[in-house]
């Protein structure tokens, strides 16, 4: 009988050609906002996912700008041994320049944004560095201690300029820095949660799906049929928008697992190759709130959309 590997044994041998991880393209966020515009044409949300466009606009900008370093071998081969993530956005130091990313989209997006957030974005020079500091840790942890509306109202955009840096910092890895066979619930490159996940198609393996992280982009492989959050495999279900014309957004599922009451969606690229995990994630929000309404939660983390 052959033996099971350990999840540690599965990860000390995969190295980057058997990795089962990807890292953010290049043009991740430009490619975003073409997509998210194509999303808009002829949506009820259109103005909104307009705007998340010129946000990831905006974000591509910034991030053509940025050099992130590369973490020192000892502590890549720490997290690859120990299966944790080597840019952990949970208690790691925030980096040096994020409040440079937030001030820049700031400016990029202010003329555009809609009123709540101007009125944020002319705020944002009274609010002391260290409560920004504050606000980033606290999105980053998923706290609730944002409360008043001015900083609610700036959250996307904070959110906005951690996703830069983050993505910044995992194109700076190789692929086999980041530990890999783990099929976590969290993101193996910095700990976050998913936004969604995608099934692939054509280099990344046709029909295999991966979470999609929701801060730093990378991708990690994931079962399909298989809850992301729990790892239960028993009667998973599968549920889809439809109106009077059918689905009019076919390429977007929401998989329910009746063991943790969560829901995570599924985007698939063999339906639509332009899918994008956060674009169709933000497209997408009728089908979170008929999941809702049948006693799932939503268990992927948008972070243009701010719930601690
Ligand atoms: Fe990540
Ligand atoms: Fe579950």
Known sequence: MQKLLSPEEIATQ??????????????????????????????????????????????QSRLDKLTAPRPDSAHLERCRQHGMPPLDAQGAELP?????????LAADVAAHAPAGLQNAIAGLADIPAERLDALARAILRCE??????????????????????????????????????????????????????????????????YAACSLCACEWHVTRIKCVPCHNTRDIAYQGLENEQGNPHPAVKAETCPECHSSLKIVSMEKDPFADAFADDLATLALDMLVDETGFHRAGRNLFLFTP
Do not use: Y
């Open 96 to 104: 040096a320049d994020w409040q440079d990313s937030l001030k820049a």
């Open 144 to 209: 609730e201690t944002l409360s008043n509306p001015l900083e609610l109202a700036l959250a996307p955009l904070i959110g906005a300029a951690l996703q830069v840096q983050w993505t910044a910092r995992a194109q700076a890895l190789q692929v086999g820095d980041i530990p890999s066979g783990f099929e976590d619930s969290l993101c193996p490159a910095c700990g976050s949660h998913p936004v969604a996940s995608i099934v692939r198609i054509g280099d990344a393996g046709h029909g295999v799906r």
């Open 14 to 59: 995969a190295g980057s050609e058997g990795s089962t991880n990807r890292l953010p393209a290049p043009h991740l966020f430009a490619e975003r906002a073409a997509r998210l515009r194509t999303l808009a044409d002829g949506h009820a949300m259109g103005d909104f996912l307009r705007f998340a466009a010129r946000l990831a606009d905006a974000q």
